[in-house]
């Protein structure tokens, strides 16, 4: 099937400090891979983007680098800011079938970021 | 500004009124989607439109009713809703070209409370 694991928050840091949150996804097909970011009573912001094995996104300072051999795409930012504060949420495009245009997302994860 | 505006953004209605969520978007995107975003639950999607053409239902209850009369503009008609309704209501849109590489970008929202 088509799904996709976050880890589980909150996730609490200081400003400045090194920022990772996990996502891996299922291997069915070759699925386009997504961060969106969600501000507080904002909806979704697409943050980065992946499309084939071993691309890269980036934006803003926040990196994700597509891997298939294990099956994951996680978020990393080296110095984390107060305005980072958001809940973010992994995503995959479905991959075949007839869900057109169907996004499978994580549950979020919870970041505060404190000063 | 993402481009894709929803009205109303904050909504409170009885079990037994009938109201509707608007969303239009600017982006000359020919697919829009509607999305339930509730606590504690990972984004589930509700309804596809492509080309003004319902795509997808991922099983919706009946007193959830879309319409979408054109490319740019998507409603979502409400029922005797329940108060396990209440959550925010996402609606999203993409070019409609390449579903599963294809970027969808949201709007704000509707946070909906059931009385």
């Known amino acids: 099937g088509n799904s996709v694991t976050q880890m589980e928050g909150p996730v609490t840091l200081s400003e400045e400090a090194f920022l990772t949150i996990n996502c891996t996804y299922t291997?069915?097909?070759?699925?386009?891979l997504f961060w969106y970011v969600q501000y507080p009573g904002e909806g979704l912001q697409l943050l980065l983007k992946?499309?084939?094995?071993?691309d890269k996104g980036s934006n803003k300072g926040f990196e994700a680098t597509y891997r298939k051999e294990t099956t994951s795409f996680h978020l990393e930012k080296g110095s984390v800011q107060v305005s980072d504060s958001a809940v973010y949420f992994c995503a995959r495009t479905n991959a075949g079938g007839t869900s057109y245009g169907k996004l499978t997302f994580g549950q979020g994860t919870i970041l505060t970021v404190h000063p | 500004e993402t481009g894709v505006t929803q009205t109303p953004r904050h909504l409170v209605m009885g079990m037994t009124n009938k109201k509707s969520l608007k969303c239009e978007q600017h982006l000359g995107h020919n697919a829009m989607y509607w999305y339930k975003q509730s606590a504690k639950k990972p984004l589930e999607l509700m309804f596809v439109?492509?080309?003004?053409?319902?795509?997808e239902n991922n099983s919706v209850p009946s007193r959830f009713s879309p319409e979408c009369p054109n490319s740019s503009h998507l409603f979502l008609h409400l029922h005797t809703l329940q108060p396990e309704d209440s959550a925010l209501y996402l609606c999203?849109?993409?070019?409609?070209?390449?579903?599963?590489?294809?970027?969808?970008?949201f709007g704000p929202g509707t946070r909906l409370l059931v009385l």
């Open positions: 992946a499309t084939k094995a071993d």
């Open positions: 439109y492509n080309f003004k053409e319902q795509t």
């Open positions: 999203a849109s993409s070019q409609g070209r390449d579903p599963y590489q294809e970027t969808q970008y």
């Open positions: 291997a069915t097909g070759y699925p386009s």
